[in-house]
């Protein structure tokens, strides 16, 4: 059990240290640009959520293999390759096509020139965000998730510390707040570097062609992970482009507030089960049933816990929460805002639910199930009910339409798991009749 506990601690806590990245990125550009930047930067978050995801396909694909495959694949250094030339693919797309970009994703006459800003910088080192989750997928997958931690907490505390010298003191603005957020990952990959001295690493690192097979098989176990973190960059593009003819762009930096809020909470969903994700791989290698439920249901237990935790604080504190990203005091967006929390938030004891419920399908081997949950979460239900919720009832639809998408989803998560326990007890008696 303490092993359960230190995995999922080092694992959330370097999750969290992820979503601060932007959470800081809110809380500057909200007091130091105002209402439009903080707009912009919500119709910029999802290219970041898109390299987030790009570096958990690969990295949680790769490290799932590493541990149910052992170290003779030379998995580590395949899909290093593979990330880096997507990244440098983003890097161009950042130089050439930005503003074309901003645009695509909803930027308006007023805040397409920071949307853009912020967007080229994300982009021309998008190697950089990609790597990271990749090394840190497989570094924690390689018996080291404390590295895996320590990386994340330091390039966020550098985060935001720069952010507020960039845009305070220096006065840069967006740029500064974007500065500060590229800069980070390059910080936690010099501190995950020094896992070369790890006395129990098996990871090895070499020039090593990477193989269709390879990505294949990686793709398939880390598309949950990918599509789980999408889901918040797609449901982030689907409300802004709702809520402009709603309320236009207070509406907008309204959601921003409540759209980072919810990736912080999902960052911590996320590394709960990520850490239980290598320890559950392990026991089902070893053909270990009642290990891997033990885990699961610790793994359940403890997002479950945090969930109420986060509703309640969200609750009874939403004025002083709103007013931290609100300088200039919008009574619009203190409105909009405070309306929207208790409703939004309900997603939280579902999401619970399900990000852990992705993640352990994806740990078992089963990537279909995973893969059906991250659809449904992200795509399938949220799009459509967001659009049809929102026509019928105006923004309390667009607020109840996750509670509802996140619930619709736990109804088959429950149902694929008691597809695995009825599996799990039928292969258990075959074995016991042998």
Request: hydrophobic share 55%; with cysteine; aromatic share 12%.
């Amino acid at each position: 059990m303490n092993e359960i506990k230190g995995y999922v601690t080092r694992s959330v806590l370097s999750t969290l240290g992820l979503s601060l990245y932007i959470l800081a990125d809110t809380f500057f550009i909200a007091n130091g640009v105002g209402v439009l930047g903080l707009a912009a930067l919500n119709i910029a978050l999802p290219v970041f959520n898109l390299l987030t995801g790009l570096g958990l396909l690969l990295g949680m694909g790769g490290a799932t293999l590493f541990t149910l495959k052992g170290r003779s694949g030379n998995y580590f250094s395949q899909l290093l390759i593979v990330g880096g030339a997507i990244g440098l693919f983003f890097t161009l797309i950042g130089v050439f096509f930005s503003q074309h970009l901003a645009v695509l994703l909803g930027a308006s006459g007023a805040t397409v020139d920071l949307t853009v800003m912020y967007m080229r910088f994300i982009l021309v080192m998008a190697p950089f965000f990609i790597l990271n989750n990749l090394c840190l997928a497989f570094i924690r997958n390689d018996q080291n998730p404390q590295l895996a931690m320590k990386a994340m907490i330091c390039s966020s505390i550098f985060n935001i510390v720069f952010d507020y010298i960039f845009v305070f003191p220096m006065n840069m603005g967006m740029a500064g707040a974007a500065l500060a957020t590229v800069l980070s990952p390059i910080l936690s990959l010099l501190i995950l570097s020094t896992h070369r001295k790890f006395s129990k690493r098996q990871l090895s690192l070499g020039w090593a062609n990477p193989k269709l097979r390879t990505i294949i098989q990686s793709v398939q176990l880390g598309l949950s992970s990918f599509l789980a973190e999408m889901s918040t960059g797609v449901s982030i593009l689907v409300f802004n482009q709702v809520l402009i003819g709603l309320g236009g762009d207070i509406a907008i930096a309204a959601y921003g507030v409540l759209a980072n809020i919810l990736v912080v909470a999902l960052s911590l969903f996320t590394g709960v089960a990520q850490g239980i994700q290598p320890l559950i791989s392990r026991a089902v290698n070893k053909d270990d049933k009642a290990t891997v439920q033990k885990i699961l249901n610790f793994g359940l237990r403890t997002s479950f816990a945090m969930a109420v935790i986060l509703y309640l604080l969200l609750f009874f504190l939403k004025y002083p929460i709103i007013s931290a990203f609100n300088r200039e005091n919008n009574p619009m967006m203190i409105e909009l805002a405070a309306y929207g929390i208790p409703i939004f938030f309900l997603s939280l004891f579902g999401s619970s639910f399900n990000v852990v419920f992705s993640i352990f399908f994806s740990a078992i081997g089963r990537a279909k199930q995973a893969f059906a949950l991250a659809l449904f979460r992200g795509y399938f239900f949220l799009i459509p009910l967001v659009i049809v919720f929102a026509g019928i009832l105006g923004l309390t639809g667009a607020w109840i339409s996750l509670p509802i998408t996140e619930g619709l989803t736990l109804v088959f998560s429950v149902f694929f798991l008691r597809q695995y326990d009825k599996s799990s007890k039928k292969s258990s008696s075959i074995e016991s009749a042998l």
